[in-house]
Structures are given as structure tokens and as C-alpha cells.
């Protein structure tokens, strides 16, 4: 952390935190739309990284819990096991 003066909250499309934070404040309260909005989490990570930025950032701004915070949609392959 500190590396940079501007935090990117998404290296690889250079999203800053502070573009992230104005974007809440808009109204873009949901981490898939700061991505739609952004580009942020449509680079190499696919979100891994990002997403936990995001989302925390919404949560620092709107004060909704972590827990709460929708996840960016990534499939997750769900199966029933046959035993
Ligand atoms: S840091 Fe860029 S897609 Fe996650």
C-alpha cells in the first residue's frame, strides 16, 4: 500500500480510488455498476483484487455492510454431487 499517490483500485484499466468514490457518490452504489462505469474488473484479475477494493469503498462511502454489498457476477458453477 502507498505505492502510488493516486490508488488504483484496478491496475490494469487505471481506475483510481478517488474515481471509484465520485461514482458512489453519483449514485452507482452497486460494485457491477462502478465496473459497467469504469472498466474497473475487466482486466487481468477478473475482478479478484478489484472487487475487494470496490467494495469496500462503497462500504467506506454508503456505509452498507460488506456482507451486503452485491458481488461482481461471476459464475459459479454450482452442481449437485451424485453420491
Ligand atoms: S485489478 Fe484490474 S481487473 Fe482487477
Redesign the pocket.
Known amino acids: 500500500m502507498g505505492m502510488n499517490e493516486a490508488i ?6 487505471e ?1 483510481t480510488e478517488e474515481e471509484v468514490r465520485e461514482m458512489v457518490r453519483a449514485g452507482i452504489t452497486s460494485v457491477d455498476g462502478i465496473k459497467r462505469a469504469t472498466r ?12 475487494t ?1 470496490i467494495a469496500r469503498i462503497i462500504h467506506e462511502e454508503t456505509g452498507t455492510p460488506l456482507a451486503e454489498i452485491e458481488p461482481m457476477r461471476i459464475r459459479i458453477p454450482v452442481r449437485p454431487l451424485k453420491i
Open positions: 488504483c483500485v484496478c491496475r490494469c484499466e481506475v474497473a474488473g475487466m482486466g487481468l484479475c477478473q475482478s479478484k483484487t478489484c472487487y477494493n
